[in-house]
């Protein structure tokens, strides 16, 4: 190619030029990685010669009778779907609250975006020190009011591990809903709600009849972002129970983690992990058909 | 809507109870970096009335406020040491430059995306948004292969390289967002007198965008800083970024809640005051550009 050719192409009108430098680099962030996983998947490390081997199907076969990858997926789905629910009906209210001229609101709103950017992990940390039995701030808050015995410490017990868990992640994301939900309201018009209350419309009617259909395109944006990052979660658990007590945190994220990383099962990890991946993109393609959410 | 003296007043009680409700494990945390072992370890908890001192921040960092704990020497329960300054630096270099790595090359294709019409357009951006989808655990573990095929285990690089690389379908649909706002008359007019491309990207349009980039990399920075999974699964010893390092203060022997809190309010105070810096197109940047306040 001469300069010439190449001056006219990086000149032109083709968006190519200004794509390539992106295409390039998510190829190697995206394409690779799963053609990676799917080609490891069908692999296994052997320790003793400290290489891979073919398998087969014998991971794909493992996972479907894998009593522990389906437990993992129950608890990451119960995640989900609990978390999911309470943000969004605590963030509604909560922004509903807040969405008033009042004294220091915008200082609420300010002070509630903060928990946004602290990391997850120490998040995590933070919870786990107040909901320790010993010592902890929560628990001790907790057992005022009757909800926690002295003797039962959270996270180490089966049944409250993940709600534990739960607490953490819905104090620290219920303020995106808050924060989404609050742009939404005040992006409403106000002729609707002027005409439904010389009509003599309840409160309660106006936020079912008018709020709720006028936002429910910023509902479906929040639902699908914070949807994809709860189906992953990982940080949480890591730091806070590993997944235990026994298998009561494990999500699918953690499982492939330790499965790749601490039981040196390659092949198996990268199944694992493919997996989330393939209900993730399942999951979220058909929620933008759906809700018809578009960029 | 007109409501009454006293629902307001109950309302503006309720919602000072409500975000003080959140904010109280802030200030816990920050105060338990503020307080020696007693006062940590009590039962019941001790939530305001505790003797303050600055010693954890002596070890952790280094530094000396003049109570004597300002070695490096002081060591944690697992048998490592306490001193983090270098840690801060390594969250802060791969923060920087992998904000500049997404905004760099963000900002080029969002213009395409923005400005040029072309086929499967409508898809290539639905493309970008679905890599906002994959699991980091499912780039994370066949990333961890390939670098160590290219030795990028455990370096800047490595870290610096997949930090931008996650930012970039946020970076691209954001900034595609904010180009949108700059009316495509002035790219028109400014290609009828004969400019290029690259001249009207460069004198118009970048300029024109610059609140919008400055809020993208900002909100880029903060992603990076908070990044947990790929920074655990991608190094070793060699560098370490603040939210992994801290989860290795709990070990079996114990946890030093201090010098974590201590750790941990450091690493969250710089981002406070950059989110309230972006306050304005906070809403912008977490819908990704869906949604414009």
Same mark, same amino acid.
């Given at each position: *190619?001469?300069?010439? %050719?190449?001056?006219?192409?990086?000149?032109?009108?083709?968006?190519?030029?200004?794509?390539?430098?992106?295409?390039?680099?998510?190829?190697?962030?995206?394409?690779? @990685?799963?053609?990676?996983?799917?080609?490891?998947?069908?692999?296994?490390?052997? $320790?003793?010669?400290?290489?891979?081997?073919?398998?087969?199907?014998?991971?794909?076969?493992?996972?479907?009778?894998?009593?522990?990858?389906?437990?993992?997926?129950?608890?990451?789905?119960?995640?989900?779907?609990?978390?999911?629910?309470?943000? &969004?009906?605590?963030?509604?209210? &909560?922004?509903?609250?807040?969405?008033?001229?009042? $004294?220091?609101?915008?200082?609420? #709103?300010?002070?509630?975006?903060?928990?946004?950017?602290?990391?997850?992990?120490?998040?995590?940390?933070?919870?786990?020190? *107040?909901?320790?039995?010993?010592?902890?701030?929560?628990?001790?808050?907790?057992?005022?009011?009757?909800?926690?015995?002295?003797?039962? @410490?959270?996270?180490?017990?089966?049944?409250?591990?993940? &709600?534990?868990?739960?607490?953490?992640?819905?104090?620290?994301?219920? @303020?995106?809903?808050?924060?989404?939900?609050?742009?939404?309201? #005040?992006?409403?018009?106000?002729?609707?709600?002027?005409?439904?209350?010389? /009509?003599?419309?309840?409160?309660?009617?106006?936020?079912?009849?008018?709020?709720?259909?006028?936002?429910?395109?910023?509902?479906?944006?929040?639902?699908?972002?914070?949807?994809?990052?709860?189906? #992953?979660?990982?940080?949480?658990?890591?730091?806070?129970?590993?997944?235990? $007590?026994?298998?009561?945190?494990?999500?699918?994220?953690?499982?492939?983690?330790?499965?790749?990383?601490?039981?040196?099962?390659?092949?198996?990890?990268?199944?694992?992990?493919?997996?989330?991946?393939?209900?993730?993109?399942?999951?979220?393609?058909?929620?933008?058909?759906?809700?018809?959410?578009?960029? | 809507? %007109? %409501?009454?003296?006293?629902?307001?007043?109950?309302?503006?009680?309720?919602?000072?109870?409500?975000?003080?409700?959140?904010?109280?494990?802030?200030?816990?945390?920050?105060?338990?970096?503020?307080?020696?072992?007693?006062?940590?370890?009590?039962?019941?908890?001790?939530?305001?009335?505790?003797? $303050?001192?600055?010693?954890?921040?002596?070890?952790?960092?280094?530094?000396?406020?003049?109570?004597?704990?300002?070695?490096?020497?002081?060591?944690?329960?697992?048998?490592?040491?306490?001193? *983090?300054? @270098?840690?801060?630096? /390594?969250?802060?270099?791969?923060?920087?430059?992998?904000?500049?790595?997404?905004?760099?090359?963000?900002?080029?294709?969002?213009?395409?995306?923005? #400005?040029?019409?072309?086929?499967?357009?409508?898809?290539?951006?639905?493309?970008?948004?679905?890599?906002?989808?994959?699991?980091?655990?499912?780039?994370?573990?066949?990333?961890?292969? &390939?670098?160590?095929?290219?030795?990028?285990?455990?370096?800047?690089?490595?870290?610096?390289?997949?930090?931008?690389?996650?930012?970039?379908?946020?970076?691209?649909?954001?900034?595609?967002?904010?180009?949108?706002?700059?009316?495509?008359?002035?790219?028109?007019?400014?290609?009828?007198?004969?400019?290029?491309?690259?001249?009207?990207?460069?004198?118009?349009?970048?300029?024109?965008?610059?609140?919008?980039?400055?809020?993208?990399?900002?909100?880029?920075?903060?992603?990076?800083?908070?990044?947990?999974?790929?920074?655990?699964?991608?190094?070793?010893?060699?560098?370490?970024?603040?939210?992994?390092?801290?989860?290795?203060?709990?070990?079996?022997?114990?946890?030093?809640?201090?010098?974590?809190?201590?750790?941990?309010?450091?690493?969250?105070?710089?981002?406070?005051?950059?989110?309230?810096?972006?306050?304005?197109?906070?809403?912008?940047?977490?819908? *990704?550009?869906?949604?414009?306040?």
């Amino acid at each position: *190619m001469s300069i010439a %050719q190449v001056k006219r192409i990086a000149i032109s009108d083709s968006p190519w030029p200004w794509l390539l430098p992106l295409i390039a680099l998510l190829a190697v962030f995206t394409i690779y @990685p799963f053609i990676y996983n799917v080609w490891l998947s069908f692999h296994e490390f052997v $320790p003793k010669s400290r290489g891979l081997k073919f398998v087969g199907f014998a991971n794909w076969v493992q996972l479907w009778n894998d009593g522990r990858f389906w437990g993992a997926l129950g608890v990451t789905f119960l995640y989900f779907a609990v978390a999911l629910t309470i943000e &969004i009906i605590l963030g509604m209210a &909560i922004a509903l609250l807040l969405d008033a001229e009042l $004294p220091g609101f915008a200082m609420l #709103r300010a002070v509630l975006s903060m928990t946004l950017v602290i990391p997850p992990a120490i998040a995590g940390m933070m919870f786990l020190l *107040m909901e320790d039995s010993q010592f902890g701030a929560l628990s001790y808050l907790l057992g005022l009011v009757g909800l926690l015995d002295k003797a039962t @410490p959270m996270l180490a017990t089966s049944s409250l591990a993940l &709600i534990g868990v739960l607490i953490a992640e819905i104090w620290q994301w219920t @303020p995106f809903m808050v924060l989404i939900f609050m742009a939404g309201l #005040r992006s409403l018009p106000a002729e609707p709600y002027e005409a439904a209350m010389i /009509d003599g419309a309840s409160s309660l009617q106006m936020f079912r009849r008018l709020t709720l259909p006028m936002m429910s395109r910023v509902i479906a944006v929040a639902v699908l972002l914070r949807g994809i990052d709860l189906f #992953r979660v990982f940080d949480y658990v890591f730091v806070m129970t590993s997944g235990g $007590p026994g298998t009561a945190t494990y999500t699918v994220s953690l499982y492939a983690w330790q499965q790749t990383f601490s039981f040196l099962k390659w092949g198996y990890g990268a199944t694992l992990s493919l997996t989330s991946l393939v209900i993730v993109m399942v999951m979220a393609n058909i929620f933008i058909r759906v809700a018809k959410v578009r960029w | 809507m %007109q %409501q009454s003296a006293l629902a307001r007043t109950l309302r503006t009680i309720a919602g000072w109870l409500v975000v003080g409700a959140f904010f109280f494990p802030i200030y816990f945390w920050t105060s338990v970096a503020f307080r020696d072992a007693k006062d940590i370890f009590n039962w019941p908890p001790i939530f305001f009335n505790f003797q $303050p001192t600055v010693r954890n921040f002596e070890q952790v960092f280094g530094i000396s406020l003049g109570f004597g704990y300002g070695s490096q020497e002081a060591v944690t329960p697992g048998g490592g040491n306490f001193y *983090m300054g @270098p840690r801060l630096w /390594d969250s802060i270099v791969v923060a920087s430059l992998s904000t500049v790595l997404a905004i760099v090359v963000a900002t080029l294709a969002s213009y395409a995306l923005s #400005r040029m019409h072309f086929r499967g357009r409508h898809e290539f951006v639905n493309w970008v948004l679905s890599t906002r989808m994959m699991p980091p655990v499912a780039v994370a573990i066949p990333m961890f292969f &390939i670098f160590k095929q290219f030795n990028l285990l455990d370096t800047y690089v490595g870290v610096i390289l997949v930090h931008g690389l996650m930012n970039l379908p946020l970076a691209v649909l954001l900034l595609k967002s904010f180009f949108d706002d700059i009316p495509a008359e002035i790219d028109e007019s400014a290609l009828l007198d004969g400019a290029s491309r690259w001249t009207i990207f460069r004198r118009i349009v970048l300029p024109m965008a610059k609140g919008g980039i400055a809020a993208t990399a900002v909100l880029c920075f903060i992603f990076s800083w908070t990044e947990f999974l790929f920074v655990l699964t991608l190094t070793q010893t060699g560098l370490k970024t603040v939210p992994v390092v801290s989860s290795t203060f709990v070990t079996s022997i114990g946890t030093a809640w201090g010098n974590m809190a201590a750790l941990g309010a450091a690493a969250i105070v710089p981002a406070f005051i950059v989110v309230l810096l972006v306050q304005r197109h906070l809403v912008r940047g977490l819908t *990704m550009g869906s949604l414009k306040q």
